[in-house]
């Protein structure tokens, strides 16, 4: 239920920018780390607008790779799981790109 609450605060930014528009799409990018699973959002997206000047909106979602440096070796590599572990065995990652979520546009009627 983590992305019901995450879907709602998406919502809730949304509606206090434009609380008078009639929105047709939102558009989404979720990184590969965020922790988000873009499926549940677009599932809890209907009911999370129910009601709201969102009803009946679209949702479009970008999956952003994740990017990662790694501290020990100072490699860039692509992590292929949540948590990001670079080939030379360190677990020691920063995170370039893919660790979060974000609104990058918002359409109105
Ligand atoms: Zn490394």
Redesign the pocket.
């Known amino acids: 239920m983590h992305e019901f609450g995450i879907t709602e605060s998406v919502v809730a930014a949304v509606r206090e920018r434009l609380p008078d528009a009639t929105i047709t799409c939102v558009h989404l990018e979720i990184g590969a780390l965020s922790g988000v699973a873009a499926d549940s959002v677009r599932l809890y997206f209907g009911p999370a607008t129910e009601g709201t000047n969102l009803e009946g909106a679209r949702l479009e979602i970008s999956e952003v790779v994740a990017r990662c440096r790694?501290g020990?070796?100072?490699?860039e590599?692509e992590p292929d799981g949540p948590i990001p572990l670079?080939?030379?065995?360190?677990p020691d990652a920063a995170i370039l790109s893919g660790g979060d979520l974000r609104i990058t546009a918002v359409d109105v009627a």
């Open positions: 790694c020990t070796c100072g490699g590599f670079c080939p030379c065995g360190s």
